[in-house]
């Protein structure tokens, strides 16, 4: 129907905009990250993992993990390339999960989602329970398509998988000794909101529009900064299933939020306004 969203391939568009304008980290974001279409966070937060055993490690080793770990946020190239150059020199580290975490987040920082995909998966290798990088890459994934995407249902499907099984593992998962319980509940916030993000938009390129708009919900709430890319599939997810009035409440908060998406969400919200007014309303 007339009017009814943007068309997939702008769609796609501001999608790949999007993951290109992400640092997926956990924690505070900087005044400069601020107008990124996702609100980043501190890389250097710890990851949300279950407890294992830890290997043997000499001396050597140590102090080349411990110089990752002193590099600050502030000169991440440097730690990108030490945590390269670790992987290099300790193929079979015990922090390899770590430096794995580190580098699937520092990948997608650089927009590099094939050597993100990449690292997960060798960082599920070794730590299958980590629902941060399970929920990192089934919330990018289906972000990251477009018209020439090989496998897309494939894509789909491990998306879906990744952010469920991300969803049923926070409750499990132990706080770290570094961090408050405060900042522990973020972080599970922030994982479970980029999850929830991730299922909704497996639904909305299926075609499932209904079944979008309850995991969106769920990524708006618990976010503590709110992805404005959330509050726009939100919004063309209600306008798809004829719920204007929230397509145009959804619209109206993206447009709040500083970024690339303002003006064009902006203009949706217009478009929802003059549906509802000329064309009946689903009930809810």
């Known amino acids: ?164 099984k991300a969803l049923d593992l926070l409750p499990t998962i132990p706080k770290p000794d570094s961090i408050t319980d405060e900042v522990f509940q973020k972080l599970k916030a922030q994982t479970s909101a980029k999850a929830y993000s991730g299922l909704g938009l497996v639904a909305f390129r299926r075609g499932k529009f209904a079944d979008a708009i309850p995991n969106f919900e769920q990524a708006v709430k618990l976010d503590p900064q709110p992805d404005p890319v959330n509050y726009y599939l939100l919004g063309l997810s209600n306008q798809k299933t004829s719920h204007f009035d929230d397509a145009v409440t959804a619209f109206t908060k993206c447009a709040a939020i500083p970024g690339g998406l303002q003006t064009t969400c902006t203009q949706n919200a217009e478009e929802a306004k003059k549906l509802g007014a000329t064309q009946l309303s689903a009930p809810k």
């Open 1 to 164: 129907m007339k009017g009814k969203g943007k068309p997939i391939g702008k769609l796609a568009l501001l999608l790949t905009a999007a993951v290109l304008g992400t640092t997926m980290a956990f924690g505070q974001g900087s005044q400069q990250q601020q107008q990124q279409p996702q609100q980043p966070a501190n890389p250097q937060a710890p990851p949300l993992t279950l407890n294992s055993t830890p290997a043997p490690v000499n001396a050597e080793e140590e102090a080349a993990i411990k110089a990752f770990r002193d590099v600050t946020a502030e000169n991440l190239d440097q730690k990108d390339k030490l945590a390269e150059d670790f992987l290099q020199k300790y193929p079979q580290s015990r922090y390899r999960p770590e430096i794995y975490n580190w580098l699937v987040r520092a990948y997608l920082r650089k927009g590099e989602v094939d050597k993100m995909e990449a690292a997960a998966d060798k960082q599920l290798e070794l730590y299958p329970n980590d629902p941060q990088t399970l929920a990192i890459v089934g919330s990018t994934l289906p972000r990251a398509m477009n018209a020439s995407t090989p496998d897309p249902q494939k894509r789909l499907a491990k998306a879906e998988q990744f952010c469920q």
